[in-house]
């Protein structure tokens, strides 16, 4: 019966020492996933759309502006195309309130 006690007492700790710190993982995780990133997805993909032969190198969040009754999230990417690098700056202006997209918008640049 000692041995049985010991065993569960055992059991126990174990499974309650693990269950902690994955618990704060996970709520960690939960808040560490910014506002934009479902944004951020989109102008990866649409960029990858637009530029199918080019490589995504780089990318940056550059900040949100919100104005009559819209929000725009901006983004630069930066491509390895065959012969050159460049960059794309891709705004993407949706409704907050619906999640909506507006309009996606592109503008290559050198710099």
Not at 38 to 63: C, F, M, N, R
Request: a neutral charge; glycine letters at 6%.
């Amino acid at each position: 019966m000692r041995k049985l006690c010991l065993a569960l007492g055992i059991a126990f700790v174990l499974i309650f020492s693990y269950s902690l710190p994955l618990q704060a993982v996970n709520a960690v995780q939960d808040e560490g996933v910014p506002s934009y990133a479902k944004w951020g997805k989109l102008a990866v993909q649409e960029t990858k759309e637009k530029y199918p032969s080019a490589k995504i190198i780089d990318y940056l969040h550059i900040g949100k502006e919100t104005t009559n009754g819209s929000t725009v999230e901006k983004f630069k990417l930066w491509l390895k195309g065959e012969t050159k690098e460049f960059g794309v700056f891709v705004n993407i202006e949706f409704n907050p309130q619906t999640n909506e997209v507006v309009q996606i918008t592109f503008e290559e640049t050198d710099r």
